[in-house]
């Protein structure tokens, strides 16, 4: 009699612990499940900015063979846009598997691209002010609460004033 309590003592040790590990924890997102909403947004405006400087890249190429002398500005965009190309390509893919380097690569190129459109900011208003908004709204969305839980940190506690 002994020996049979004491097993169904284990037992239910060992259900108990396997019922506290499969708990979930609500505020944690569950692998499988959709991204939210700022994750999504922040995903196609990095998949966009990929396109777009690889297609900036390929125009300003085709737009070399044309002119006779190429600044050398045309020939470092040339080189630098497929380069940011891929790197949005690569945060974006990281991003949507829960990378957060990813994440931090996306705040990175939403900043670098603000400071160029804002140093351009006299030659192209109209383009640099789009940008400017576009940039700050990919950094928006990759430094919001969402996107730190999608990408599996911890939800930043915030401490009373002493």
Known sequence: MNVDHRASQVSLRTARRYAAAMELDETAPVRGA???????????????????????????????????????????????????AFAYAAAATGLHKR???????????????????????PDIPPGSVLAVIWSAAVFAMLISADARAWCGLAPRVRRAGT
């Not at 991204?35 to 777009?52: D, E, Q, S």
């Not at 890249?57 to 380069?83: H, K, W």
């Not at 990378?99 to 900011?121: E, F, H, M, Q, Y």
Request: glycine share 6%; proline share 5%.
């Open 99 to 121: 990378k957060n380097w990813a994440r931090i690569i996306g705040l990175v190129l939403a900043v670098i691209a603000s400071a160029t459109a804002l140093l351009r900011l």
């Open 34 to 84: 959709n991204p939210p909403a700022k994750v999504v947004t922040a995903l196609v405006l990095m998949w966009i900015n990929a396109a777009g400087a690889a297609l900036g890249s390929a125009l300003i190429r085709a737009g070399m063979d044309d002119a006779p002398a190429s600044g050398d500005l045309l020939r470092a965009q040339v080189f630098l846009l497929p380069v940011v």
